[in-house]
């Protein structure tokens, strides 16, 4: 009995993960239109769909908005061989968390924190392009690669190159539809109506964004320096009059007031704590590099790209002084006992 009380929930997602991956025949699996399509009145919220669906295809036979033209059918069935192992891959090691639509609301997702994240707006924390930008195709592989190492999100690297490679393109298709869905609805929403005429260049757009994103890879503005104890102290004092602390604290634990917000999905975040020794975005300085210098997206931690620019050693003072603080426990130096938690236990412990 009581085995049958505590596995329920085990056996509630094995449940699901079978319906999503179509083993049961009944409903095939679909795409679900967007809260804001399904608020629109019926007609409009008909005509967004059916534009999303020429553009990104189905569940079963997805397609790349940002995809040329074939060029033979060849490569026609190749592409979609990929999209499709793609989709495969992300029923069964995905879908719980992200959601059949990419909307970040599978199953098990309302237990965790952070939230899995919901692709549909386009908006990626860990990239390697400027603030706002979309993410290059290579951040995704890198991030499926590392895992968010201190959340749910664990690592893939175990898995075979070639379904990394497919899952995140699918990733992708999900993410460019999204944007499209988002872009088209507000659209009707705004002008309660959607002139059939003008949907090319909203495709146009998105896709711009993600073509953008492609060719600007941010590069650190002066080469790596050691990282020195000298710089790990001119780091600290950057910190303290940069603004950094404000968020993140003197002793950068994010153990502040007012360092609670809402993201971009509306859920709550705080600033990260940086003693933690998990740095969600990677440990390597370049990564660190690039989250100060771009920011977070979707996230209130702004980039430091404009007011650092004219003294680009700073950057790499702070990155010396955040990997010293994110050594510290590792390093067995005590840290003081705070006043909270900041993140919940990592249901998947990945190692380092
Ligand atoms: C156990 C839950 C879980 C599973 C399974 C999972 N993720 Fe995640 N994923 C998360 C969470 C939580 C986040 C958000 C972390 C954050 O905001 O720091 C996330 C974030 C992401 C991001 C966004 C990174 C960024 O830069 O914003 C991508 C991409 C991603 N996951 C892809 C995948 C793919 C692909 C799979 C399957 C191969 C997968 N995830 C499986 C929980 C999960
Ligand atoms: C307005 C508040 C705010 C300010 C100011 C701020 N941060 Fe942040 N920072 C955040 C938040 C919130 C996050 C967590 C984002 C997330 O992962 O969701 C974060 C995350 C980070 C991370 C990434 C940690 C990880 O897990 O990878 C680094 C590094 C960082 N901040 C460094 C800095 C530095 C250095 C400064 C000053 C130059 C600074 N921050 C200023 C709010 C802030």
């Given at each position: 009995m009581s085995f049958a009380i505590r596995s329920g929930t085990t056996l509630g997602l094995i449940a699901s993960l079978f319906t999503a991956s179509g083993c049961q025949r009944s409903e095939p699996v679909q795409w679900e239109a967007s809260q804001q399509v399904q608020n629109l009145a019926p007609a409009l919220a008909t005509q967004v769909s059916a534009a999303v669906q020429a553009r990104s295809g189905t569940v079963l036979l997805p397609k790349m908005l940002t995809d040329a033209e074939p060029k033979s059918e060849r490569d026609k069935f190749a592409r979609e061989l990929t999209l499709k192992h793609g989709q495969e891959v992300y029923m069964k090691?995905?879908?719980?968390?992200?959601?059949v639509s990419g909307d970040g609301n599978g199953p098990v997702a309302k237990n965790l924190y952070p939230r899995p994240r919901d692709y549909r707006r386009g908006i990626f924390k860990f990239t390697s392009t400027p603030y706002g930008g979309r993410p290059r195709r290579e951040d995704l592989i890198a991030t499926l690669y590392r895992g968010i190492i201190g959340t749910s999100m664990p690592s893939f690297r175990l898995l075979p190159k070639k379904d990394i490679e497919a899952v995140v393109d699918y990733v992708l298709v999900l993410a460019q539809r999204g944007e499209l869905e988002y872009q088209l609805a507000s659209e009707a929403d705004a002008s309660e109506e959607l002139i059939e005429e003008d949907i090319p260049d909203f495709v146009q757009d998105v896709g711009n964004h993600w073509k953008e994103a492609a060719a600007s890879l941010t590069q650190p503005l002066t080469p790596e320096p050691q990282l020195t104890p000298e710089r790990v102290a001119l780091g600290r004092e950057a910190f303290l009059s940069k603004g950094c602390s404000k968020c993140h604290g003197e002793d950068g634990r994010g153990h502040t007031k007012d360092n609670i917000g809402k993201d971009s999905w509306g859920h709550s975040t705080r600033a990260a704590d940086l003693t933690s020794g998990m740095l969600h975005g990677g440990q390597d300085p370049i990564d660190i590099y690039r989250r100060i210098m771009n920011g977070i997206n979707g996230s209130p931690m702004p980039g430091f790209k404009s007011s650092l620019e004219s003294e680009p050693e700073t950057i790499w003072n702070l990155v010396s002084y955040v990997l010293s603080v994110s050594n510290r426990r590792r390093e067995g130096t005590a840290v003081p006992a705070g006043l909270m938690k900041p993140y919940a236990e990592p249901v998947e412990a990945t190692a380092e």
């Open positions: 090691r995905c879908v719980q968390c992200h959601g």
